[in-house]
């Protein structure tokens, strides 16, 4: 069965310490990678869409990787406005082109 | 308006009430979706429309029925639901289905009693 399990489930960092939460998957052909950023209160909020092994996507602070397993979202000197849930999905092969398929999330808190 | 829409933010209701969900885009997509987000699970797709033309129905039960009456707007009725029902319910929309940018709305927080 198709699988997407990021973690850890819940991050707490000081203003300033990177880190790296990871998205992993067992699909059977992926198509496509994203990450999305969720705020209490609203809807997730699209990030990166990563296509193939070895692919990397930046944005301010975050930096979003890929492997044939795996993806991590780094996150660098990071500040108290980052913190969120952080939702990966996955696009299969063989399936719609629609379905996403999201992982639980990992709740990320930034202390000033 | 910018962006996408849902209303009403928060609905409680009865076992036995009937109500309806409403999702509106104001960025000319022709895709849009319907996500239930529960605690500690992952989002889950319900429905998805393409040109108001239902192209996915994920296996939902009948109590809850998705009606796009164009484009832009996009509800979900709602009737005799259970309390596990009791969720968030976000509303997407995309360029179009083969468009895996899909921009979400804020969702309405449901409570079934």
């Given at each position: 069965e198709d699988q997407v399990t990021q973690s850890p489930e819940a991050l707490r960092l000081q203003e300033g310490e990177s880190s790296s939460l990871n998205c992993s998957y067992?699909?059977?052909?992926?198509?496509?990678?994203f990450w999305y950023r969720q705020d209490p209160g609203k809807g997730p909020e699209f990030l990166f869409t990563l296509y193939?092994?070895?692919e990397e996507k930046e944005k301010e602070r975050l930096k979003a990787t890929l492997t044939k397993k795996e993806s991590f979202l780094h996150i660098t000197?990071?500040?108290?406005e980052d913190s969120a849930t952080y939702l990966c999905a996955v696009l299969i092969s063989g399936g719609s082109n629609y379905k996403l398929t999201f992982g639980k999330g990992?709740?990320?808190?930034?202390?000033? | 308006e910018t962006g996408?829409?849902?209303?009403?933010?928060?609905l409680v209701m009865g076992m036995t009430n009937k109500k309806s969900l409403k999702c509106e885009q104001h960025l000319g997509h022709n895709a849009m979706?319907?996500?239930?987000?529960?605690?500690?699970?992952p989002l889950e797709?319900?429905?998805?429309?393409?040109?108001e033309e239902r192209v996915e129905n994920n296996s939902v039960p009948s109590r809850f029925s998705p009606e796009c009456p164009n484009s832009s707007h996009l509800f979900l009725h709602l009737h005799t639901l259970q309390?596990?029902?009791?969720?968030?319910y976000l509303c997407a929309s995309s360029q179009d289905v083969a468009d895996n940018e899909q921009f979400f709305g804020p969702g309405t927080r449901l409570t079934v009693l």
């Open positions: 067992t699909v059977s052909g992926l198509r496509g990678l193939s092994a070895g000197a990071p500040k108290p990992t709740l990320l808190t930034v202390n000033p | 996408v829409t849902q209303t009403p933010r928060h979706y319907w996500y239930k987000q529960s605690a500690k699970k797709l319900m429905f998805v429309y393409s040109l309390p596990e029902d009791s969720a968030l």
